[in-house]
């Protein structure tokens, strides 16, 4: 499908979204990644998907045509929530063929996400990175 076939409220959707995925790329340093961002159907129905592989080192981050969601922080947290996917994708695939259990290792994987999202959204990282040796309240 081309551009000229959405919704023009879509079509920002998805620049945005777009936008805030490579934001989160360069944020995690993910350079050595091939992400490709796309419309399309996501495979359990969720506003975006994201599709890891190891070996090849890409990625793919379907945005749902269907998604309804428009307002900035919560597509920001989306993008963000993928973007990590793909960053512990490589912790993933290690546990996977090490035979760990698939419910744990994914429940795990979404605390971890939350937490970098934690992070971002109180601004601890601001401080406590930059300054190793003391604190700034």
């Known amino acids: 499908m081309t551009e000229d076939e959405f919704s023009e409220e879509f079509v920002a959707t998805f620049r945005y979204l777009h936008e805030r995925c490579i934001h989160w790329r360069n944020v995690f340093g993910l350079y050595d990644i091939d992400m490709i961002i796309e419309s399309g159907e996501t495979v359990d129905g969720t506003d975006l998907q994201c599709y890891y592989d190891h070996e090849s080192k890409t ?5 749902n045509e269907e998604i ?3 307002e900035p922080d919560r597509l920001d947290m ?13 912790l993933q695939t290690l546990a ?42």
Do not use: Q
Request: hydrophobic share 40%; aromatic share 8%.
């Open 59 to 63: 990625a793919k981050i379907t945005v």
């Open 68 to 70: 309804d969601e428009t």
């Open 78 to 90: 989306l993008a963000h929530h993928e973007v990590a996917e793909i960053l512990l994708g490589p």
């Open 96 to 137: 996977m063929a090490r035979d760990f259990n698939e419910t744990i290792l994914e429940a795990e994987t979404h605390a971890i996400i939350n937490r970098l999202w934690n992070i971002h959204k109180n601004n601890l990282g601001r401080n406590t990175f930059r300054n190793k040796n003391k604190y700034i309240f």
